[in-house]
Each structure stands twice: as structure tokens, then as C-alpha cells.
């Protein structure tokens, strides 16, 4: 597939296949979020890759639109230091994630993190620093579902020149 049809076709996927996922496309999945962009290159970030069912199962309690968490094979945190851009660079791994994800035909799902209740819960969870912030978590599984969210079309919000 390539990158345009993977990010044209990448959606939130928030039902799986009761398979793993082997640990090097995890790996390949998390070492795109590694190399995504952030300001001066700071790159606070530090991944945490969640296999044990146990641990997915607490998350997808302590989230309230996390439910999906327990059933997938892997979860990955997103936690940066707490920089001046932390959310804008945690932001830009996620997507990557998401869309490496897709490109090797898996499907995954944002699950909030930052400005929720329960990210200092989970940042204590997993065993962060205190001066990290927990950005988002990621489902990540075999898609058992193909939804298709309605999108607002190019023409309402593609501008030239002026808003
Ligand atoms: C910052 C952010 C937080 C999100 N949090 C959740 C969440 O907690 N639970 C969930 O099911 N989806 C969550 N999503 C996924 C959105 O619901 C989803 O991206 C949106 O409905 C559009 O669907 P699509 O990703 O399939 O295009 C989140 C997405 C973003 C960008």
C-alpha cells in the first residue's frame, strides 16, 4: 500500500481478531512513532508497549472510551516529557503509530490521554516520572470491523489564499 492510501484509508479500529501481534511489527510500528517530527527535535517522547491482558484490562477500566483496550492484543502508551511542545510532538508519534499500524494491515484506535482525569492514574501505572504526561494510549490489533465515519468533504474545508 502507499503512504497516500494509507493515510486515506487509515480509521479508528476499535474491534479485533483474538491474535497477537508479533513483537517486530510492534517494534516497526513503534520505531514509526520514533521518527515522527517535533519541535527543535526534542523528541520526549517514551513508548510504552503493553502485551499483558491483565494491564490492558486496568486500562480499559480506568479510560471511559477505552473499553476496546482489553480486547486488543496490544496497547501503546505515549508518554513525553513535559516540554513546552510535549503535546504537539506526542500528537505526531500517535498518528505515525496509527498510520504504520495500518500500513501493516493492522487496525488501531486512539484512546485519549492528555487533559483526562485518569492520565496521571495511568502515568503512575505504568511507572513514568512524574514530569512525563501520558498523550495517548493506542490499540493496536487484527481489524475485525471496517467502519467508515463520515467525513467532511475537501471542498468545505480547503481554503486558497484567504479562509
Ligand atoms: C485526541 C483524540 C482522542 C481520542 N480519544 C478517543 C477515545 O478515548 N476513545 C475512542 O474510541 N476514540 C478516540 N479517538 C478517536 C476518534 O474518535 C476518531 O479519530 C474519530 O471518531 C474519527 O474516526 P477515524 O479515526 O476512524 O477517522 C480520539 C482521537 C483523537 C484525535
Not at 512513532?33 to 486496568?58: C, E, H, Y
Not at 496490544?74 to 510535549?86: F, G, K, Q, S, W
Not at 500517535?94 to 482525569?117: F, P, S
Amino acid at each position: 500500500m502507499d503512504a497516500i492510501e494509507c493515510l486515506k484509508t487509515r480509521r479508528c479500529i476499535r474491534s479485533y481478531e483474538d491474535k497477537p501481534v508479533p513483537r517486530e511489527i510492534i517494534e516497526d510500528i513503534v520505531d514509526c512513532g520514533r521518527l515522527a517530527a517535533s519541535a527543535i527535535n526534542i523528541q520526549p517522547w517514551v513508548f510504552v508497549a503493553i502485551t499483558d491482558a491483565g494491564v490492558r484490562k486496568k486500562l480499559s477500566t480506568i479510560t471511559n472510551h477505552g473499553a476496546f483496550i482489553a480486547d486488543a492484543p496490544v496497547c501503546v502508551a505515549v508518554l513525553c516529557l513535559a516540554d513546552t511542545y510535549y503535546l504537539e510532538d506526542g500528537c505526531a508519534a500517535t498518528q505515525n503509530i496509527l498510520l504504520a499500524a495500518r500500513a501493516h494491515g493492522l487496525g488501531a484506535c486512539w484512546v485519549a490521554g492528555d487533559k483526562k482525569d485518569y492520565a496521571p492514574a495511568i502515568r503512575e501505572m505504568l511507572g513514568a516520572p512524574a514530569d512525563y504526561k501520558l498523550v495517548s494510549l493506542i490499540s493496536i490489533g487484527h481489524p475485525s470491523q471496517t467502519p467508515s465515519p463520515a467525513k467532511k468533504p475537501l471542498s468545505e474545508v480547503l481554503r486558497w489564499e484567504r479562509f
